[in-house]
T-cell receptor, first 111, second 114 residues
Framework: QQQVKQSPQSLIVQKGGISIINCAYE??????FPWYQQFPGKGPALLIA?????SEKKEGRFTISFNKSAKQFSLHIMDSQPGDSATYFC??????????FGSGTQLTVLP | NAGVTQTPKFQVLKTGQSMTLQCAQD?????MYWYRQDPGMGLRLIYY???????DKGEVPNGYNVSRLNKREFSLRLESAAPSQTSVYFC?????????????FGQGTRLTVV
């Protein structure tokens, strides 16, 4: 049973375009929502995170939008670059302080 | 600063063989985790250790055992490997902060069971 559903599975964007990845959750006990970025052959690394009392968080070209009532959150990558090509995972932290991850989105940014 | 170190990086096992995956962190974190990563499945939690001396099952614990040897080290053991355990295994550590929980991951162990 996947508690965090992520879409799309793969995404191809032209350089300079906007990449959007969506996640939805059911567990209202989740209290922290990070996004992780993973390059081939490497472990995931924290990219950006948000708490549910905030609707949006921006760090450079990366923005998280959070809709608590809809139980959805999304990652927007503005001005996407070939170096952004990676797998992106959304996650949510539950009451036991564990992170539950989405299934991942493989992003390819074409030059 | 090494962060989270996993050994080995690659391993091929025959069905029924046993092995232990090693993980060590040098960030003085209390919590450590073992995940497996399979295509289309994301990262699934196998076991975790909230603090030294405690371990708990995650989402997919069957076929695995863990040991929290000390605050730095958390090992994952496969007693009798099966082809279904072919996967990439990641160890992670984390600490609660005022704003959230950042998990730091190792480089992964790619395990193939034939």
């Amino acid at each position: 049973q996947q508690q965090v559903k992520q879409s799309p599975q793969s995404l191809i964007v032209q350089k300079g375009g906007i990449s959007i990845i969506n996640c939805a959750y059911e567990n209202t006990a989740f209290d922290y929502f990070p996004w992780y970025q993973q390059f081939p052959g490497k472990g995931p690394a924290l990219l950006i995170a948000i708490r549910p009392d905030v609707s949006e968080k921006k760090e450079g070209r990366f923005t998280i939008s959070f809709n608590k009532s809809a139980k959805q959150f999304s990652l927007h990558i503005m001005d996407s670059q070939p170096g952004d090509s990676a797998t992106y995972f959304c996650a949510a932290r539950g009451s036991a302080r564990q992170l539950t991850f989405g299934s991942g989105t493989q992003l390819t940014v074409l030059p | 600063n090494a962060g989270v170190t996993q050994t080995p990086k690659f391993q091929v096992l025959k069905t029924g063989q046993s092995m232990t995956l090693q993980c060590a962190q040098d960030m003085n974190h209390n919590s450590m985790y073992w995940y497996r990563q399979d295509p289309g499945m994301g990262l699934r939690l196998i076991y975790y250790s909230a603090s030294e001396g405690t371990t708990d099952k995650g989402e997919v614990p069957n076929g695995y055992n863990v040991s929290r040897l000390n605050k730095r080290e958390f090992s994952l053991r496969l007693e009798s490997a099966a082809p279904s355990q072919t996967s990439v295994y990641f160890c992670a550590s984390s600490e609660l902060t005022g704003t959230g929980t950042e998990a730091f991951f190792g480089q992964g162990t790619r395990l193939t069971v034939v």
